[in-house]
């Protein structure tokens, strides 16, 4: 199982990004998909979920200006963000539980700063 995310950058304060999270190795369809990310000196924190039927949550910090998404047909995870804030400035993990175990792709890094 492979997580290969991507889309990082720096952007100013209000902008957008949007990050891609291309796997492999899995039924991506079947299985439900997570966002985390983690600032320097703070812990991981879960920013988004989507379900295998679609159905979406999303942490209060982001709420109203995130939004997840699915492809299905090119096994890829989407998280469209929109008036970013410098606190939003971290690294940006893909993960999924497949058979008991969780995989976490490499991270992207997201720089929100004027």
């Known amino acids: 199982v492979q997580l290969q995310a991507s889309g990082g950058g720096l952007v100013q304060p209000g902008g957008s990004l949007r990050l891609s999270c291309a796997t492999s190795?899995?039924?991506?369809?079947?299985?439900?998909m997570r966002w985390h990310r983690q600032a320097p000196g703070k812990q991981r924190e879960l920013v988004a979920t989507?379900?295998?039927?679609?159905?979406?949550n999303y942490s209060d910090s982001v709420k109203g200006r995130f939004t997840i998404s699915r492809d299905n047909s090119r096994n890829t995870m989407y998280l469209q963000m929109n008036s970013l804030k410098p606190e939003d400035t971290a690294v940006y993990l893909c993960?999924?539980?497949?058979?008991?175990?969780?995989?976490w792709g490499q991270g992207t890094l997201v720089t929100v700063s004027s």
């Open positions: 993960a999924t539980n497949y058979r008991g175990r969780t995989y």
């Open positions: 989507i379900t295998s039927s679609g159905s979406k």
């Open positions: 190795g899995i039924v991506f369809r079947l299985y439900a």
